[in-house]
Each structure stands twice: as structure tokens, then as C-alpha cells.
């Protein structure tokens, strides 16, 4: 039988008949035939690629009988055990395929792909490294990566910060490790190190708009506006389609409040994709903030018209009915927002002010309530709690609020505010008290207590305190 098979081949090549035909043909005929590991290799990836793990396994072990501890099947065998979901048997047909294959670095790098499936990302990190051994250059990236990447599993962005510039410097055009390079500086928040990494490498490269666009990205965190525009400006030249650069330049206008230059670029986008529910959300947040509503709210209609589950365009609306003092409207549009995202704390307190502005304060206040329990550090949440039970005239549970919200945060919002709200109550010993603290330990944050409590001039206690600590 083996004779007729060999004595067909050829005229079975000419006619297309694969090694798989080959294959279930000898099944079929319980025969015997020789296939070369390539053969064995196609074969077995056809059933994995058909889910047919089974006769997968079947076929690697029979093209092990005829090249034993050949390393390529015996890794085909692990994956398919590691799908079967019997990661022993891969880990053992692994290490077998080490001790007859000990200067392999596909059986090391193998190990370390099946730990990673495993969730096990020390233990892949350390097949990796024995693989980088004994790879070929042209096989060394992709283990690089490999490695990176199980770092950034750890979440140690440093070491995998090391391992992307190793990439770089053996391939500076390897525009993935550039984008991952970027992700591990804003991870690692060392901004300063990644604009002078950036400038250096652009020195070096400046056509590379990736390296632009990270430089952008290290600025804007600095708030560094104006040089995150220009460069996200070179981006743009450099690659004119690509979309991420004109969001970054509109959000350095965005911050820098210039709404009309943002709406202008994000406009630029429509022209490089299919419109995204974000963009117009972020032109209508950029009309809001001009004060023209209307369009505001034509903008984010159509963000809505995208997306229905989209909650911050639900929101935009919510907060512009607000505005217009449409409040049903409003409460109907945040509510919207809410069931998309239930814990969503700024959701959350929007509906509460909108109820302070319908004076349902009750219903405010229990929202108040819930946002602490979901984020008992918030402080905006316990300074709008206290300073809602302050316009109650609430005073005592105002103090009391504040103090609790400052205990757990140390804001010197929440002090200042508290400070104010005693006097308020007419409780000026209190808040003479509490102003005495508050110079000695936030002197230079007493801006907040003038804005919180603009009478203090006409009290003649507080201004003894306020002027003798001057002197001091």
C-alpha cells in the first residue's frame, strides 16, 4: 500500500490532491504512507483551524512516529492539549520537546506563549529570556515584544519600557513599539523623561509622526498646550490620515478654551473616517461651552443618532437642558445617561443638582449619599453635600458633613468651606477657631475661604486674625 501511495504522488500533486487528501485517503484505506514534517505540519493546522482537535492530536502523534521529538509538532501537540484545556499534558510534551531539543528557541518560546495563555506572566517572562538566547535576529523582535508585553501584564511598565526601546534602537521604524513606548511614559507618569526621550529620537527620525504624536501626548500631560499643538501639527504633516493627531490638537484647544479652533479640527476628521459618536460629542461640549445651546444640542442628537448607548452625549443634553432651566427635560436626559452607567459618580451628580435646582433636596441629598458609598474620596461630592445643607441653613449636619469629607481627604476645600459655613451659623468661635488652623496649616490656600465666605471683611475678629498672621 505504501508503494502505490509514492508511485501516485505525482500525478496527485498535479491534480492538487493536498497532503490532507493524502492523508484521510490512507485513513480511509487503513494504509501506511510517508509525509515530510511540512506535510505533517499542514495537516495537523487544517483540523485546528476546523476545531477538530481530536483528529488533530491523532495526526500529530502519527507524524511523530515518523519524525520522533521532531520540536514544530511536538509544539502543535501542546497547543492542542492547551485547547483541549489540558495544560499538564502541554507543559509535559513541552519540557520532552526541551530535552531533545535544547538549543530550540521555538520550544522556549512556546513555553512561554503557553504560560501566557495561563495567565502566568513570571514564568513566561522566563522562557522568553532563555528563547532570546538562541533566536535568530530576525526572530529576536518578536520575542522582545513578547516580553514587553508580559511585563505590562504585571503592570511594571518599567521594565517593559526598557524592552520596547530595545526594539527601537534595533529597528526605529517599528511604529508599534513607538505607540507602546508613549502608553509606558504616561503609565510611568515621567513626563519630563519622555519629552527628552521623544526630542532625542526625533533628532534622530523627524519624519516619525508616531514620535510626534508622543511628544504631543508627554506635552499635553504637562500642560504644556501650545507645544502639544505644534506637535501634534507635525503629525499631521508628516501623516495627514491619521485621525489620533487631530483629536490630540483638539483637545490642546479644547484646553486652552479656544472652542472655535477645536470644532474646526475635529471637523478635519470627517473627512479620514466614518464620523464617531465621540466627535460630535465633543463639538457639542465645545458649542455648550460657547454658550450656543441650540447647537450644542444638534450636535449631540447627533452623537445620540450614532449611538444610542453612548451616556455622555445623554449627558451633554442633560446638562444643557439644565442650563435653559428645562429641567424635566434635563432629568429625563440624565437618567438616560445613568441606566447606561449606574455608577458613574459625575452622572450621578448631575441628576442631584438638577433636584437642587427643582429644591427636591431630599431626593439630592440620598444621591449625595449614594456617590459616597461608591467613591468615599470624591471631594467635589462632599463639598457639594455640605454646601447643599449650608444653603438649607442645615448648618450643624453642613459642619458635620464637611468634616467628614475632609477627615478622609485633607482638602482644603472642604476646611475653607467648613470654616465658612460655621460662620455662617453665627458660630464664630468655631470659626475663629478653625481659621486659626487653617493659617497655620494652609496659609496659602486662604484664597478659597475669601471666596467661600466674600463677608469676612465686615467681621472684625476675623480680620485681627487674617492681619496678625501676616505679621507673623
Request: net charge negative; hydrophobic share 40%.
Amino acid at each position: 500500500m505504501r508503494e502505490s501511495f509514492d508511485d501516485e504522488e505525482d500525478e496527485n500533486e498535479d491534480l492538487g490532491f493536498s497532503a490532507i487528501n493524502k492523508y484521510e485517503q490512507m485513513l480511509a484505506e487503513n494504509g501506511t504512507a510517508y509525509f515530510d514534517v511540512e506535510e505533517i505540519v499542514e495537516i495537523v493546522e487544517y483540523y485546528m483551524e476546523d476545531d477538530d482537535l481530536e483528529a488533530g492530536l491523532e495526526a500529530c502523534e502519527f507524524g511523530l512516529n515518523q519524525h520522533a521529538n521532531e520540536a514544530t509538532l511536538m509544539i502543535l501537540k501542546s497547543e492542542i492539549y492547551l485547547d483541549l484545556d489540558q495544560s499538564r499534558k502541554a507543559l509535559e510534551t513541552l519540557q520532552k520537546a526541551v530535552s531533545f531539543n535544547p538549543c530550540n528557541s521555538e520550544v522556549f518560546t512556546a513555553i512561554g506563549s503557553m504560560y501566557s495563555r495561563l495567565k502566568s506572566p513570571k514564568e513566561a517572562i522566563y522562557y522568553y529570556e532563555k528563547a532570546l538566547v538562541y533566536v535568530t535576529e530576525e526572530e529576536k523582535e518578536e520575542v522582545l515584544f513578547d516580553i514587553a508585553f508580559e511585563y505590562q501584564n504585571l503592570r511594571q511598565f518599567d521594565a517593559s519600557l526598557k524592552y520596547f526601546i530595545k526594539i527601537i534602537e534595533e529597528n526605529p521604524n517599528n511604529e508599534t513599539a513607538m505607540f507602546e513606548i508613549g502608553l509606558c511614559y504616561s503609565e510611568l507618569e515621567r513626563d519630563e523623561e519622555a519629552i527628552k526621550f521623544f526630542n532625542e529620537y526625533l533628532d534622530l527620525h523627524p519624519y516619525s509622526y508616531i514620535g510626534w504624536f508622543n511628544l504631543a501626548n508627554s506635552y499635553m500631560k504637562k500642560e504644556m498646550f501650545d507645544e502639544a499643538i505644534f506637535a501634534f501639527d507635525y503629525s499631521i504633516i508628516i501623516n495627514e490620515f491619521f485621525p489620533a493627531a487631530y483629536y490630540g490638537k483638539a483637545n490642546g484647544f479644547i484646553q486652552k478654551k479656544e472652542y472655535e479652533k477645536a470644532i474646526l479640527v475635529l471637523n478635519e476628521t470627517f473627512g479620514l473616517e466614518q464620523p464617531h459618536t465621540f466627535v460630535y460629542c465633543s463639538i457639542g461640549e465645545c458649542y455648550e461651552k460657547m454658550e450656543q445651546y441650540d447647537k450644542a444640542l444638534t450636535y449631540y442628537e447627533k452623537s445620540i443618532e450614532l449611538d444610542k448607548n453612548y451616556p455622555d452625549a445623554w449627558v451633554g443634553m442633560a446638562v444643557v437642558y439644565k442650563i435653559k432651566e428645562q429641567f424635566e427635560k434635563s432629568l429625563k436626559h440624565i437618567n438616560k445617561a445613568i441606566k447606561l452607567d449606574a455608577t458613574n459618580i459625575d452622572y450621578l451628580s448631575v441628576k442631584a443638582e438638577i433636584y437642587e435646582d427643582l429644591k427636591e433636596y431630599d431626593k439630592a441629598i440620598a444621591i449625595y449619599e449614594s456617590i459616597i458609598k461608591i467613591e468615599p474620596s470624591d471631594v467635589d461630592t462632599w463639598f457639594n453635600y455640605g454646601a447643599l445643607l449650608g444653603d438649607m441653613e442645615e448648618f450643624d449636619a453642613a459642619i458635620d458633613i464637611l468634616e467628614k469629607g475632609f477627615e478622609l481627604t485633607q482638602s482644603t476645600e472642604l476646611f475653607f468651606k467648613m470654616t465658612a459655613v460655621s460662620f455662617d451659623a453665627k458660630n464664630d468661635l468655631l470659626g475663629l477657631s478653625l481659621l486659626k488652623k487653617g493659617l497655620n496649616k494652609f496659609g496659602k490656600d486662604i484664597t478659597k475661604f475669601y471666596e467661600y465666605y466674600p463677608n469676612y471683611t465686615d467681621n472684625a475678629a476675623i480680620m485681627e486674625l487674617i492681619n496678625k498672621n501676616k505679621d507673623l
